[in-house]
């Protein structure tokens, strides 16, 4: 039990949060590395431990060992090295949920090579973008028509790439990953000297799919897998030789937090079901219940979606912890679930920059309560600051900063924008990194989210957090998600404006828009109603999940505007 956190902890115990927040503290050695020193490691101390098992719709069923992580990524980086690939060259990958995956990364992080994520919705515009701005020398791809055809037109314009692989059968113009397991050596020795990583170098390059404007390279060192041990042991509550599963895919960074690097530090096993199209809720049970998953994490949407299936139908009772991350959770869906599951969903809070920031870290520290995302992660020195940079009293609203990350950049943050030296130093360079989240903080310590800066809805005087409102709508039996969002307004500077995906079997009508917006009026402030109710198929989302309210809010703008 705990054989590699006893390497990286001083402490893995700790009888209070209180404790936690004070005591807490990882060793990062100068040479860390995720592929020898936590894979290979394993593979050396439980040779037939499991890390991975790995299902699809097909039916395939893939259960790997350490041991057998170990080998593939060893093959993979001789195959890579074969071709003149070496530590500091970059490398995307679009390789959805697909085993490779694993593999891969763990290669990647051995030859000290920089490895992009990306999801397999990028177009050829996408992938040129990424492609340049980061120098791509190589990309490799899942065997997917659409994948496959805008990599294809992507090339010519990205100067740098000089190598496409295919996880699949062959094709014209790709080179087969799979040849690596046909030809190449098991064995692969530890790079030294100069070839060796050291933990501040570049391990990761997320490209954050933003709300607005065009992604940002986010760059984390090889120390960055370190920090996701508060993600999963404190926050996920992963067991060891016990099945984990977080639902993400792998171009974002919920599969760094929830599918790969913490988990097995604590020595969990990842279960991974690699969906294709459009979710389905039951499916989705159905594997919980048929693999005995112990440990689960989804976005807020994916529980929302699940609690309109019969949930009787499906035997849970090998769940022990649920957690939620990506959008902030409606206390009604946490009821729910909880009421026909026995489980409290522990939400978490962070972004594509770091691992968890905030978090509900289980009921033997702190129970949760209605409405907040928590208290801090104990690695980094957070607080709320004032528009001067003052801090924020308990219950005033505030911007959520991250401080002191310049000089000792904090284990599991990211450490600026990739080839960017400018706008790291506009970012981190002050008093410290401002998410651009605003949050207020109770005389408990629990912190309460209110939205995005830019979210905020500004309506006759009054600072509306989106948060709030969505709460009481997502209450009403009749909504499944909904998005709130400031339109224009020629008297009011703004109103309010929900737009609402159904339950089954509801169909809008005037009558229940006037329904509804009674609902909210009771259960907030008046003044909160949304006075502008759309309803929609689906709400617009980031490939991370996130809801686009700022697209909701630039068409409104146009509709509204003109008005």
Known sequence: MDYILNKYLPQTRFSSYEEFREKLSINVPENFNFGYDVVDAWAEAEPDKKALVWVNEEGEEHTFTFTEIKRRSNQVANYLKSLGFKKGDVVMMILRRRWEYWVCATALHKLGVVLIPATLQLTKKDIVYRGNAASVKGIICVDDSFVVSQAEAAEAEIPSLEYKFLAGEKREGWLRLHDAFDGFSDVLERPSGEEANRWDDVMLVYFTSGTTGMPKLVQHNFAYPLGHIVTAKYWQHVEENHLHMSVSDSGWAKFGWGKIYGQWICGATIFCYDMIGKFNPGNLLSKVEKYKVTTFCAPPTMYRFMLQEDLSKYDLSSLHHCATAGEPLNPEVVKRWKELTGHQIYEGFGQSEGPVLIANFGSEWFEPIEGSTGKPNPLLNIHLL???????????????????????????????????????????????????????????????????????????????????????????????????????????????????????????????????????????????????????????????????????????ENKYSRK
């Open 386 to 556: 004032d528009p001067d940079g003052n801090p924020c009293e308990d219950g005033e609203e505030g911007s959520l900063n991250i401080l002191d990350v310049w000089q000792h950049p904090p284990v599991g943050l990211f450490t600026g924008y990739y080839k960017n030296p400018e706008m790291t130093e506009e970012k981190l360079g002050g008093i410290g990194y401002n998410t651009g989240d605003v949050l207020w903080r109770d005389s408990e310590g629990y912190y309460h989210f209110v939205g995005r800066n830019d979210d905020v809805i500004k309506c006759s005087g009054y600072r509306i957090g989106p948060f709030e409102v969505e709460s009481a709508l997502i209450a009403h039996e009749a909504v499944v998600e909904c998005a709130i969002t400031g339109v224009p307004d020629p008297i009011r500077g703004q109103v309010v404006k929900a737009t609402i995906v159904l339950a089954k079997g509801r169909t809008p009508s005037d009558e229940l828009t006037r329904e509804l917006q009674q609902h909210v009026k009771k259960l907030t402030a008046p003044y909160k109603y949304p006075r502008i109710i759309e309803y929609v198929d689906e709400l617009p989302k980031t490939v991370g999940g996130k809801i686009k309210r700022a697209l909701i809010r630039k068409e409104d």
